[in-house]
C-alpha cells in the first residue's frame, strides 16, 4: 500500500466519454438538416410550420439514424429516432404553450391593473376606457361558485376514493364503473342536466348555486378517480403495520395512510379545481352574467370569470376585446396561483 | 392427516399461553393450511421453520387475526389466548391485536411520523394513553437496543434509520403496547447480521415476560433463540402442515421424522 502517494482523483464519467469521430458525426447530424431545410424552404417559400414538418423532420430523424448506424450501430437506430421524436414533440409543446402565454399576457396585461382586480362592470360599456371599471365581481363569482363546488366535492371524491380502496365491499365494481362513466360527461349535458332537475322542476331558483352544482358533477368523477390511484400507492405494508398495532379501520386511515397519501390527495383537489375552474358551457346555461358584485350564491344572477370573457367578446370593439383577454390572463393567473399554494401546502415533510 | 399434539403443556412446567386446535387456512379454493396444533407456553419462544410456501407466515398471521384482512382468506378451527377462542363470535379483533402484537418481515415504520412518534404510534392508534411518555418511548427503545442510537433524534423521520434500525424501531413499537404475546414474521430476513444479533438479544431478554413466536428461515437463529420449535411442510401443491414440533433441541439433534432430519441438516429445503 502506497499510501504516502498524493493523487488527486478528478471525478469522470468514463460511459460518457466520446471519440473525435463520434463527435464529429453527431455535430453534422444535428445541424445538416436544420442548415438544409433552411435552404430548401427558402428556395421554394415554404411556410414555416410545413417546413418543419415535412421536410425538417424526416431529414433530421434520416440523419440522426444514420449517425448512430456509423456511431453504434444498429441497436443506435431505434434510440435516435425516438430521442429526435420525444425532442421535436417536446419542443412543439413547449412553443404551442408559451405562444398561448405570450399572446394572454401580451393582450391582456393593459386591461389587468390594480383597480381591474376590485372594481366590478356595472357602469362599463363597451367603449369606457380601460382606467375605469375591472373584472373584480367575476372573480368574486368564480371563487364563490368553484368554491362551493370544491367544498362538497373534495370531501365526497376523497370519501368514494376510499370506499373504493380500503373497503372490500361488493359495491365497488358498480361505483368504479359508474364514476368512470361520468369522467366523459360533456360540460354542457352536466349543465342542462342541472338545469332540468333542479331549475325546471322548481326546486331551486335561478342563482349561482346552480352552477356549483353542474360544476360539481364534474369535477367529481376526477377527484374519485384520482384519490383512489393516489391511495392505492400508499403501501399494503403501512396498513398491515397500524392494523397489527390494534388500530380501527378508521384511525388508521386518518394516522397513517391519509398522512401518506397527503401531497397525492391535495393534487388531486388540484387536478379538480382545475378542471372546472374555467368550464364555460354549464354557467352560461345555468348562472345569467351580472356586471355587479354578488356575494349571495343562493339568489340573483352572477358574474365568473368565463362568463365575463364570454360577455365582452359579444361586442366586437377594441376596447370589449382587451377586458375579454384580460379576463382570460386572470384567470390563468388564478389558476397558477392555486397550483402554487397547493405545491406549498402539498409539499412533503419529510 | 393425524392430529399432532406434540407439546405436552408441562414441558417447561409453565401454563399454556397461546393454543391452535386443527387449524385450516384458505384463500377462496386453495387449501393452505391442514390441521395445525401447537402450543406456545408462557414467556417461551417458538421458531417456526420450514421452506418457502409452506404456510408459516399464513399461519403465525392467524395467530393475531391479520389473516382475515386478506380478501377470500378463510379458517377453520380454534385459536384458544388463554383457553378464549380469539375467533369467537363477540370477540373484538382489534383488542386480539393489541394483545398479540407483530412485527413483519419489511421493515415497516409510519413514514411521515418520527421515531418517537412512531414508538408511541400504538397507543394513538389503539387509543390508549400512559402517563408517562418519555418513560415509554425510552423504555420501548431500551428493549429494542435502539435507545443509544437514536436518543438524541428522537424527532428525526422514522425514515432517516438504515433497515436493521427501522426494524428495531418497528418492535420497539410493538413493544409499547405491552402485548402479552409477540408475533415476528421473519424479523431479520432483510437484515445484516450485525442487526440479526442484536434483535435476537432483544428476542431472548423480552422473552423473560413475554411470549414469542419467530418465523424464520434461518436454522442457526431457530437454534439460538428458540426453547421449541415446530417443523412445516406443503408437498406439491397440497396444503402444508406440521410435520414435527417439539423442543428444540430435539427437533434439531434428535429429530423422529426422516423430512425433519433432511431439512434441518440442509438436504433439501
Redesign the interface.
Known sequence: MTTETLRLVTPETPWRVRSKSQLVYIFIASTLPAALTFLIADQMKLAGLIALTIVFLPLQLLAASLAALITVGKRGILDAILTVSVLFLMLTMGFLLGSVALSLVQKGFKALSFHAIYQNSFYVTSVTSLEYGGLGHALVGTLVIVGIAVIFAVPIGIAVGVFLTET?SRMRGSVRFLSQAMTGLPSIVSGLFVFAFLYLTGWVQRSAILGSVALFLLMLPTIIRLSEEVLKLV?Q????????????RH??FF??IF??A?SGIITTCLLGTARVIGETAPLIVLVTYLPSTNFNPLSGDMASIPTYIYSWLKFSTDLANQRAWGGALALMILVGVLFTLARFFGRK?? | MESLNPIPSNSFGADVHLSTKDVHVWFGQRHVLEGVNLEFPVNSVTALIGPSGCGKSTFIRTL?R?HE?I?NAKLAGEVLLKGQNIYAVGVDP??V??NI??V?Q?P??????TIRGNVL??L????KHSRNEDELVENSLQAASLWNEVKDRLDS?A?SLSGGQQQRL?IA??LA?APDVLLMDEPCSALDPGSTIRIEETIRSISKNMTVVIVTHNMQQAQRVSEQTAFFLAEDNNPGYVVEAGLTNDIFHNPKDKRTEDYVSGRFG
Open positions: 372490500q403501501p405494508e403501512l396498513r398491515y403495520a397500524a392494523l397489527a398495532l390494534g388500530a380501527p384511525k388508521a394516522q397513517v398522512p401518506a397527503r415533510r419529510f | 393475531n391479520m384482512l380478501p382489534i383488542q391485536r393489541i402484537g407483530m413483519f419489511k415497516n415504520p409510519f413514514p411521515t411520523m404510534s400504538g394513538r392508534l389503539s387509543g423521520p425514515g418497528c413499537r410493538a403496547l
